[in-house]
């Protein structure tokens, strides 16, 4: 029997809960209830939409869930996973934005209000985005990619404070990531004496959509189960 009774997994910037698919498939194959809701914009919209909006609803969803829970978050999904681990058992990081002091070794971008990430999505730039991923799921990605609250991402940017959590903590980093470069969260978990799953995936998202995705995720639980049950 799993250790773990309940998974919330929060995307990452110009995604959603479809990210998750093949983890989700995985995880529930294991016996865990999972949540991988798409993060919304406030009633204003998505340009007066920032980080704390999203904080919030990371925060209900997984206090919903049932304990032991964890939460799993990618990118900047991986941030918000940080701010909320105090409520969960043990938390998994893929690729994750990283917070202060290492956000100042990420690529300096501006961000315009909205990011245009759905409206100025072409097929060649997903294909590039996910050089091992097969094309049904190039073709679905490419179709729900959705525009982003640039003012979240210049709070995240611009460096938000997180501690280490006081639950395990697990990285999965991608062998090569344009975004966040594997040398960033790879210092943040030595600086942590949190444990890694490094992973041949080539791309930022591609532990979540490649090739490669499902047995990253059942190494994923399988660690999960492990250090639950070890708590």
């Known amino acids: 029997m799993t250790a773990v009774r309940a998974a919330l997994l929060v995307h990452g910037a110009g995604g959603g809960g479809w990210e998750w698919n093949v983890w989700r498939g995985v995880f529930e194959s294991a016996g865990i209830a999972v949540a991988a809701p798409d993060l919304q914009p406030v009633v204003a919209g998505l340009a007066a939409t920032g980080f704390d909006d999203y904080l919030q609803q990371a925060r209900a969803a997984l206090l919903a869930l049932p304990r032991p829970r964890v939460v ?10 940080l701010h909320v681990a105090d409520e969960a058992d043990a938390v ?42 097969d094309e049904a799921t190039t073709l679905f990605a490419f179709r729900h990619w959705r525009d982003e609250s640039g003012a979240v991402l210049r709070h995240a940017y611009g460096g938000v404070a997180a501690a280490r959590p006081a639950c395990p903590v ?11 470069m594997p040398a960033i969260p790879s210092a943040m978990a030595a600086a942590w004496d949190a444990c890694v ?35």
């Open 92 to 133: 998994v990081l893929v690729n994750p934005l990283p917070p202060v002091p290492w956000h100042s070794d990420l690529i300096s971008r501006a961000w315009p209000d909205i990011v245009p990430w759905h409206r100025q999505a072409r097929l060649g730039g997903t294909r590039r985005a996910l050089p091992d991923t």
């Open 170 to 180: 697990l990285f999965v980093l991608s062998h090569a990531d344009d975004d966040v």
């Open 197 to 231: 799953l490094q992973t041949v995936s080539p791309s930022h998202v591609g532990p979540l959509l490649d090739r490669h995705a499902a047995g990253i995720a059942s190494q994923a639980v399988e660690w999960l189960n492990r250090a639950v049950q070890a708590g």
């Open 72 to 81: 799993v978050g990618a990118s900047l999904g991986g941030l918000l996973a």
